[in-house]
């Protein structure tokens, strides 16, 4: 896939390409467009041609309980979408690619190899004045093998609370500075989902996710993501544990991190804030 | 109605806005936004002597949620009476819109409801205001 990637001194570039070299394999078969929106209309207005929806709400969700689908509903999903184990995912999505980001932590977490996100995502696109199409793309189900999920790139709330006093530890709450100082407990705009305290986890540094974008919905450069994180005492050197209020606003710098600046230890913390914010005696800074 | 009919009922009202615009001498002229959010509704009414909405009109910006139940509110309020407008629920509003669709951006969903049940409320203030003057 030459001339794939970016060349802005990002760690594995391989991970991003370019709205042109999106256009220019739209009739690729080994490659799979999954567009990822946190608007849930706008793949119905109009999408990249052969693309598929991932409708978060119901599609990585576990029913029942507050979880991600499983190993099975994930190979489900994969085949559903006519995804081999060899397809190239191409992610793309609303607001800088917020929920594409989501997407890719968690398809990585079962082990899919073969995936970018598409620099700038459907804004991009759309300001490039590249087709779409209504057109509902139907797909040959496929037999595709996931791993078990790798937890690795995931926090939970037991190991938050015992890394609090790990002085090589940096948490970063990446929601807005409202929210991190406890005036509100859910983003602007959005409804309040049960938090019963405001504030953020001690120790957390507040690097609101949307930092690591350009206007245009592109990543930032990796000297100035460095100099972002880094002038927070974000360092690769540190353990790095990101959330925000329900894991995906904070899903996306941990592909900023992981992906884009290399760092080796970075956990996203999907519980967040509408669980720690409910724990009891949880600590909480203001 | 499933997610998916939700869905292509809120493109419908998005991609088709009915009474959108505006009217001449409204009764009812009000803005509405959700701070911090780029949503933004203005919302038109005007009552005929019988006291039932004669005409509705909205005009605004924002995400596709707001705008689409602007839409629909538009629908839903003609041949009112301005007591029946204020009367409305908005949890009435989300469940005819897909109440599991909208859940996540309530405001969004309420935003030209919300905004003509206070302009209402004003224009009600101001006829009771006439009347005690007259009286």
Redesign the interface.
Same mark, same amino acid.
């Given at each position: 896939m030459a001339g794939s990637e970016t060349s802005t001194g990002y760690a594995h570039p391989e991970v991003l390409v370019e709205t042109d070299w999106v256009a220019d394999h739209l009739h690729d078969a080994d490659i799979r467009l999954i567009e990822a929106d946190e #608007? &849930?209309? +706008?793949y119905? +207005?109009g999408h990249i041609p052969g693309a598929v929806k991932l #409708?978060w709400? &119901?599609d990585v969700q576990d029913k029942y309980s507050r979880d991600f689908i499983d190993q099975q509903g994930f190979e489900q999903l994969m085949s559903r979408w006519g995804i081999t184990n060899d397809t190239t995912i191409v992610l793309y999505g609303d607001k800088n690619n917020w929920y594409a980001c989501y997407a890719f932590w968690l398809f990585s977490m079962y082990g899919h190899a073969r995936m970018k996100v598409m620099n700038g995502g459907r804004a991009k696109w759309e300001a490039e004045h590249r087709p779409m199409t209504r057109e509902v793309p139907h797909y040959e189900p496929t037999r595709y093998k996931a791993q078990p999920m790798d937890e690795s790139a995931r926090a939970f709330r037991d190991e938050v609370l015992l890394g609090l006093k790990n002085p090589g530890r940096r948490l970063i709450d990446v929601r807005s500075p409202q929210e991190y100082s406890g005036e509100l407990i859910h983003m &602007?705009?959005?409804?309040q989902e049960g938090a019963q305290r405001g504030g953020h986890i001690p120790g957390a540094k507040n690097i609101p996710w949307a930092t690591a974008a350009n206007p245009d919905g592109t990543f930032k450069s990796a000297e100035e993501l460095r100099q972002i994180y880094g002038s927070n005492d974000v360092t690769p050197d540190k353990e790095v544990v990101t959330y925000c209020r329900i894991g995906e606003r904070s899903a996306h710098t941990w592909f900023v991190l992981t992906k884009l600046l290399g760092y080796p230890r970075v956990r996203n913390y999907d519980g967040s804030w509408t669980e720690w914010g409910n724990l009891v005696r949880s600590p909480i800074e203001k | 109605m499933d997610r998916q009919e939700a869905i292509e009922f809120l493109v419908d009202h998005y991609e088709n806005p009915r009474n959108k615009g505006e009217i001449e001498h409204p009764d009812v002229n009000l803005s509405g936004g959700n701070p911090g959010c780029a949503d933004v509704i203005t919302m038109q009414a005007r009552f005929n002597p019988e006291g039932k909405l004669e005409e509705v009109a909205w005009h605004g910006e924002g995400c596709t949620i707001s705008q689409a139940a602007a839409s629909y509110v538009s629908e839903l309020v003609q041949g009112m009476t301005p007591e029946e407008i204020e009367e409305m629920s908005f949890e009435d509003l989300m469940d005819q819109l897909g109440r599991e669709l909208v859940m996540t951006r309530p405001t969004c969903a309420t935003l030209a409801l919300g905004t003509l049940k206070r302009g209402v409320h004003e224009f009600v203030m101001k006829q009771k205001a006439k009347q005690s003057d007259i009286a």
């Amino acid at each position: 896939m030459a001339g794939s990637e970016t060349s802005t001194g990002y760690a594995h570039p391989e991970v991003l390409v370019e709205t042109d070299w999106v256009a220019d394999h739209l009739h690729d078969a080994d490659i799979r467009l999954i567009e990822a929106d946190e #608007d &849930v209309l +706008l793949y119905e +207005l109009g999408h990249i041609p052969g693309a598929v929806k991932l #409708d978060w709400h &119901v599609d990585v969700q576990d029913k029942y309980s507050r979880d991600f689908i499983d190993q099975q509903g994930f190979e489900q999903l994969m085949s559903r979408w006519g995804i081999t184990n060899d397809t190239t995912i191409v992610l793309y999505g609303d607001k800088n690619n917020w929920y594409a980001c989501y997407a890719f932590w968690l398809f990585s977490m079962y082990g899919h190899a073969r995936m970018k996100v598409m620099n700038g995502g459907r804004a991009k696109w759309e300001a490039e004045h590249r087709p779409m199409t209504r057109e509902v793309p139907h797909y040959e189900p496929t037999r595709y093998k996931a791993q078990p999920m790798d937890e690795s790139a995931r926090a939970f709330r037991d190991e938050v609370l015992l890394g609090l006093k790990n002085p090589g530890r940096r948490l970063i709450d990446v929601r807005s500075p409202q929210e991190y100082s406890g005036e509100l407990i859910h983003m &602007v705009n959005y409804p309040q989902e049960g938090a019963q305290r405001g504030g953020h986890i001690p120790g957390a540094k507040n690097i609101p996710w949307a930092t690591a974008a350009n206007p245009d919905g592109t990543f930032k450069s990796a000297e100035e993501l460095r100099q972002i994180y880094g002038s927070n005492d974000v360092t690769p050197d540190k353990e790095v544990v990101t959330y925000c209020r329900i894991g995906e606003r904070s899903a996306h710098t941990w592909f900023v991190l992981t992906k884009l600046l290399g760092y080796p230890r970075v956990r996203n913390y999907d519980g967040s804030w509408t669980e720690w914010g409910n724990l009891v005696r949880s600590p909480i800074e203001k | 109605m499933d997610r998916q009919e939700a869905i292509e009922f809120l493109v419908d009202h998005y991609e088709n806005p009915r009474n959108k615009g505006e009217i001449e001498h409204p009764d009812v002229n009000l803005s509405g936004g959700n701070p911090g959010c780029a949503d933004v509704i203005t919302m038109q009414a005007r009552f005929n002597p019988e006291g039932k909405l004669e005409e509705v009109a909205w005009h605004g910006e924002g995400c596709t949620i707001s705008q689409a139940a602007a839409s629909y509110v538009s629908e839903l309020v003609q041949g009112m009476t301005p007591e029946e407008i204020e009367e409305m629920s908005f949890e009435d509003l989300m469940d005819q819109l897909g109440r599991e669709l909208v859940m996540t951006r309530p405001t969004c969903a309420t935003l030209a409801l919300g905004t003509l049940k206070r302009g209402v409320h004003e224009f009600v203030m101001k006829q009771k205001a006439k009347q005690s003057d007259i009286a």
